[in-house]
């Protein structure tokens, strides 16, 4: 029932981001233009899945694949939850390339006792779906809402995402609050 509340509460999100970015690219309120979804502005589009359990819409809605295929959506974010199987998670990463899109994935961060082995794992699964292709790959969940703080995070991330990079170089990693490595780089020492 959760699970249901959160994906509606992301669809509305979603459709007043859609919204907001048509009206602001118009430049009158009030007036949407009407244009086809070759020409939208892709800055406004990407979605993310909630993969909450095998039933996730994207997967098993063709007409929603349909629809963000037309709308050639950029850029679908997936979280690995620890409650899925393989199968699952790797039907999700097909039904990512399927649709078109390029995958943002989130690997487990500083919550995850064996981040670096799970985390290894979890990479080895999206190099079965898109090899050497772009993925991008968000290091955490917005931990911070689970107690975790900078200095932890940061140590976490030095721990870990070095062994990932070298092991997956075609990867880019993100933080948990979106910034790219190649704009920001964790080294803060842990204190004592």
């Given amino acids: 029932m959760e699970g249901t509340k959160a994906i509606r509460a992301l669809i ?4 007043a981001l859609l919204v907001a970015g048509l009206v602001a690219s118009t430049g009158s309120v009030g007036v949407v233009r009407t244009t086809s979804a070759a020409t939208l502005d892709t ?3 990407g979605t993310n899945m909630g993969l909450f359990d095998g039933n996730e819409q994207m997967l098993s809605n ?10 050639h959506t950029p850029v679908v974010r997936m979280p690995f939850r620890t409650s899925l199987t393989d ?7 097909q039904t990512i ?4 899109a ?10 995850d006792a064996t981040v670096l082995a799970d985390d290894t794992h979890l990479l080895s699964l999206v190099a079965q779906v898109f090899g050497s292709s772009l993925v991008y790959v968000e290091f ?9 703080n900078d200095v932890a995070y940061t140590n976490s991330w030095n721990a870990t995402v070095p062994s990932l990079k070298a092991a997956h170089p075609y990867r880019r990693q993100t933080s948990s609050r979106g910034m790219s490595t190649s704009a920001v780089r964790p080294t803060r020492p842990a204190t004592a």
């Fill in 12 to 15: 509305k999100i979603a459709c």
């Fill in 140 to 148: 955490g969940n917005e931990e911070d809402l689970a107690g975790v």
């Fill in 43 to 45: 800055r406004v589009f």
């Fill in 87 to 93: 199968a699952v998670e790797l039907q999700a990463l």
């Fill in 97 to 100: 390339k399927t649709i078109g």
């Fill in 62 to 71: 063709t007409g929603t694949q349909q629809i963000l295929i037309g709308w």
């Fill in 102 to 111: 390029t995958p943002l994935v989130i690997v487990h961060g500083a919550v």
